[in-house]
C-alpha cells in the first residue's frame, strides 16, 4: 500500500474526529461515544486512539516535500 492510501484514510479518520469535537463543541453530544456504548467503551477508545494515530501521520504531510519537488512532466 503507498502513501497515498494511508493519507486518504488518515484524513478520513481526522474528518470523523473533527466532525465528533464540532458536534461536542456545538451540542456537547459525543457521536463516537453515543455509537459505541460511551466515552469509557473500548470501542470508543479505540476510534479515539486510531483519530489520534491518523493526526501524528498527517503531521507528516505536512513536512512531506515529494509533490512539491516532483518534476513536470510533459505529456506527448
Do not use: Q
Request: proline content about 1%; overall charge negative; some cysteine.
Amino acid at each position: 500500500m503507498d502513501h497515498s492510501f494511508w493519507d486518504k484514510l488518515c484524513l478520513s479518520l481526522l474528518c470523523i474526529g473533527g466532525l465528533n469535537w464540532g458536534l461536542v463543541g456545538l451540542f456537547r453530544f459525543d457521536l463516537v461515544a453515543w455509537l459505541f456504548g460511551g466515552a469509557d467503551s473500548f470501542l470508543s477508545r479505540a476510534v479515539y486512539i486510531l483519530v489520534a494515530a491518523a493526526a501524528v501521520w498527517c503531521l507528516t504531510l505536512i513536512f512531506r516535500l515529494d509533490d512539491r519537488e516532483a518534476p513536470v512532466r510533459s505529456i506527448g
